[in-house]
């Protein structure tokens, strides 16, 4: 999976664990959003990204989140309060960072989502599943999956026709 992909877009939780590819163990942390940094420092983000990806493991596999990481969470959630202000007759809503984030992941433990492991090579991004069945995180992944697993069908057929038509080396013109 190329490095510069874009975010998925399922909210604060997913888009900063995704910041890191386990499948090509890339940290893509310091190339993503300026303002989040601006908020909490590098170490703070990975330490956050670190508590949110334990919990969403536990989610993927239908497991209990780690109780640490929930309380972790909790007193981030208690110490970010949302706010809203009025501006110019629009509502504007105030959410720290770290905050959204917590809410996000309390959101998926709740289960009103199915978080999943993108299963294609290269990827394991967590993703919400649009449906039961959804194994891939996006169309680009479950197109390379699936040529990677055409590939290797083709290639196993190959050498099957091949050990079938020299089952003891090479055919020579007078024979065996």
Request: glycine content about 8%.
């Amino acid at each position: 999976m190329p490095l510069d992909f874009a975010w998925l877009g399922q909210g604060p939780a997913l888009d900063l664990a995704n910041t890191f590819v386990p499948a090509q163990q890339a940290d893509l942390l310091g190339q993503w959003s300026e303002s989040r940094q601006k908020e909490l420092s590098l170490t703070e983000l990975r330490d956050l990204r670190a508590t949110v990806t334990s919990v969403l493991e536990a989610l993927a596999q239908g497991a209990q989140p780690p109780e640490e990481a929930i309380e972790k969470l909790n007193v981030i959630s208690a110490e970010a309060p949302l706010h809203t202000t009025l501006r110019d007759g629009r509502l504007e809503v105030h959410e720290p960072f770290a905050g959204a984030v917590a809410r996000a992941v309390f959101a998926l433990a709740a289960g009103h989502e199915t978080v999943a492991t993108c299963r294609a090579p290269g990827c394991g991004m967590f993703f919400v599943r649009a449906h039961p069945r959804q194994v891939w995180c996006c169309h680009g992944c479950g197109n390379r999956a699936r040529v990677a697993r055409h590939y290797a069908r083709a290639k196993a057929e190959k050498e099957r026709v091949d050990a079938v038509e020299r089952p003891n080396g090479p055919i020579t013109e007078g024979g065996r």
